[in-house]
């Protein structure tokens, strides 16, 4: 209960925030394009899309998000825990889109040279299949 609560207000405290500073600055050192918040993943069939994900995530992105993507792989001691159900609203199927295509400035490399466009996709499905409910 008490990590519910905790995650309700961090998910309360992160939107405040982001209305009072505008909302780019939750994206600071992506680039997202301000339609990706609306755009939807291109994946035919999801949940197929998502069993292809997995493998998608294994080789490219459990290295340090973990295999379990509680952000605890061997290669990083700061990746995102990508299991946390708040993620969802922070990070619809087009801002996953864009983060895993550029990357970040200094923390995530951008995969848009290693994967296609559905490759991605793909992977961005695997990655809503984590997200705890």
């Known amino acids: 209960m008490m990590q519910v609560q905790w995650r309700v207000a961090a ?4 939107l405040s925030l982001m209305m009072a500073a505008g909302a780019s600055a939750q994206y600071a050192g992506w680039t997202i394009p301000d339609t990706a918040k609306t755009e939807k993943s291109t994946a035919k069939n999801p949940a197929d899309a ?17 295999p379990a993507g509680k952000g605890n792989g061997p290669d990083s001691d700061h990746a995102a825990d990508l299991t946390d159900e708040f993620r969802a609203d922070l990070n619809p199927d087009g801002v996953l889109y864009y983060k895993i295509w550029n990357g970040h400035t200094n923390d995530m490399p951008a995969f848009k040279s290693k994967l296609t466009k559905d490759e ?11 997200r705890t409910k």
């Open 11 to 14: 998910v309360a405290t992160a």
């Open 50 to 66: 998502a069993k292809k994900g997995k493998s998608l995530y294994t080789s490219n992105c459990a290295k340090c998000h973990g």
């Open 120 to 130: 991605t996709w793909t992977l961005v499905e695997y990655l809503k299949v984590l």
